[in-house]
């Protein structure tokens, strides 16, 4: 896929290639980088762009900054504008995956706090995995990190490095994916995502407190299923062997989406075929992002709407 023209780099739009940082930044040194990643969606018939929950990811991008202690802040306003401008530079008008990055620069030491460097790119983004009817994925004999080490709820960069160990490994053993235990042998998420099951009837997915990202999608998709299906989702731990139990499970994530799971260490998921829960929600939420129904027009933001006015 080739490169898209520009890239916000410090607020400014440049050309891709300009978009650099140093080799010996702690961001690269010691992955001094947390990010975020959006997705924006071209409704074609309105002939708008629209970003999905875009202020709670700014929001949850403020916070993992806090906790790693990067000595910067950005607010809602000019992360907003500094993405409306490069989305209109790029002349984007399909799907996109967009992703805020904030680094620490310069040449500090582990310790370094500063100075922050944002950029933002936007590319045209299929499904992050194959899109294969349904996932075969194994149990991980990674253990997922815990919030004694390297806190899971923090979306940094040096977190992903567990999943793509796990995630590298299934790849390796021909599966699409992996769910990754924690440390007390419960399900904590999948490489980027998190997991839903249903079992009995009833959804459950695991509590934030089991080793996975506060995810954004993960809680869209647990208030969707109570307003428009009248089904409650229970947040508990989930057993390795509720996996082969369930009727179904799905992986979801902004970039993810909701994507069906229909194998468990070789053992078929339900019927071994995307569940009726799964494929409904499926398409409420895509329904919803995308801008074809009008509701929860608060979770989306018009991006050539919004740089017209």
Sequence with gaps: MANPKYACFEGEIVPFEDAKLSIVTPAVKYAAHVFEGL?????????????????????????????????????N???SECLFRLIQANELRED??????????????????????????????????KD???LH???SSWTRISDQTSPPRVKCAANYFNGRLAFMQANADGYDSTIILNAGG???????ACVYIVRDGVLATPAVTE???ESITRATVAQLFAEYFDLVTQERAIDRTELYSAEEMFL?????QILPVISVDRLDVGAGEIGPLTSAMSEKYTSIARGDVPDHGEWRTPVYAAQAG
């Excluded at 074609?44 to 993992?64: I, K």
């Excluded at 419960?186 to 980027?192: C, H, I, L, Q, R």
């Excluded at 979801?252 to 993810?256: R, V």
């Design 39 to 75: 997705r924006g969606y071209w409704n074609a018939d309105q002939e708008e762009m629209y970003v999905f929950r875009m202020a709670e990811h700014w929001e949850r991008m403020r916070a993992s900054m806090k906790v790693l202690r990067f000595d910067a802040e950005y607010t």
């Design 77 to 79: 306003d000019y992360l």
């Design 96 to 129: 996109v995956h967009i992703r805020l990055s904030a680094f620490v620069g310069g040449e500090g030491e582990m310790n370094a706090s500063g100075p922050t460097v944002m950029a933002i790119t936007a590319l045209p983004k299929g499904r992050m995995v």
């Design 132 to 134: 294969t009817g349904g």
């Design 137 to 139: 994925c194994c149990v």
């Design 186 to 192: 419960t399900v904590a998420e999948a490489p980027g």
């Design 211 to 213: 080793g996975i990202l």
């Design 252 to 256: 979801c994530g902004s970039g993810y």
